[in-house]
């Protein structure tokens, strides 16, 4: 019961929801970035919402089950092909022992979520299946020629009654964060009434973006201190930064805002290239209370 991986693609990791309670060892929680996603796609295969599926990165993955299976495919869309037949999207899909399913290249988003009855079941490392690619704990990426242990099939694939459609594109809801003042109001005003643009060595790290640098009210060095999902960063080169889930557990540059967590799977799906706005979500709004000078 095993699934052979042909071609893997850019990067494809396997992610269930994460591992959780761990940041006083210095280890990230990880987990699919896209986390509707991967649920969607565990539900169409009749798995559990905490079974292991495999992440995809742009140019997708080839694999080969030696048992019969369900598989579905989830997230960016992408052309799904099985047995060399085109197939839907989005949908259960039964695959015959020994054929072969080409996730294709996304066409939209960044990340496929590809879900198998059963689950992955590679070994579990502190309490999750995923991989984090900040400390590599977790399997490694995929390899061609790496056989992925299957689970036991308990379940019943699910029928779908709504269309599925990917990770709407919105302005990310944006909340002052602990370090909000080591900005200026300008900054705040900018960082939240501008576009900026997603960098090309955005990762599952965080999501960086160029545009107008953001002006610091304080320009000292700031001591380590905990970093949570969705925190965003102003470095000294002034680009805010949106820590995703392999982010490191600490950092030293003030975190100014925090990302609404419903947004991040839009987050998951952003392309090099692509504008992305954010908005106050304070009940303050643009109001410029609390932004004061330190020190």
């Given at each position: 019961?095993?699934l ?10 396997v ?16 987990g ?20 292991a ?60 979520y590809v ?16 991989t ?54 300008t ?8 576009e ?16 107008e ?27 805010p ?11 030293g540059y ?26 106050d ?6 109001s ?8």
């Open positions: 019961m095993t052979t991986v042909l071609d893997a693609g850019l990067l494809t990791t992610q269930d929801r994460g591992r959780h309670g761990y940041a006083h060892l210095g280890v990230p929680r990880a699919a970035l896209d986390a509707p996603a991967a649920a969607l796609a565990n539900r169409l295969v009749g798995n559990p919402p905490d079974a599926v495999l992440e995809t990165t742009l140019a997708g993955v080839t694999l080969r089950a030696d048992r019969a299976v369900t598989v579905a495919v989830t997230g960016a869309a992408c052309d799904v092909r099985v047995a060399g037949r085109a197939s839907p999207w989005g949908e259960p899909l039964s695959v015959r022992a020994g054929a072969e399913v080409v996730v294709g290249p996304a066409r939209t988003g960044v990340r496929s879900a198998v009855t059963g689950g992955v079941d590679v070994g579990p490392v502190l309490g999750s299946r995923s984090d690619t900040l400390a590599w704990v977790g399997p490694a990426p995929l390899r061609p020629g790496d056989r992925l242990p299957l689970g036991v099939d308990n379940g019943t694939p699910a029928a779908l009654d709504v269309p599925v459609s990917g990770a709407a594109r919105r302005p990310l809801r944006l909340w002052p964060g602990p370090r909000v003042g080591w900005i200026t109001a900054a705040w005003e900018l960082l939240t009434g501008s900026y643009v997603v960098s090309a060595d955005s990762d599952r790290i965080g999501l960086r973006m160029t545009g640098p953001l002006e610091r009210a304080d320009a000292r060095e700031l001591a380590s201190e905990g970093m949570v999902l969705g925190a965003v960063q102003v470095p000294l080169s002034g680009q930064v949106v820590f995703l889930h392999d982010h490191p557990v600490t950092g003030p975190v100014v805002g925090i990302v609404h967590a419903d947004d991040l799977p839009v987050c998951a799906q952003l392309r090099p290239g692509d504008g992305v706005r954010f908005r979500a304070s009940p303050l709004g643009s410029t209370r609390g932004f004061t000078r330190v020190g």
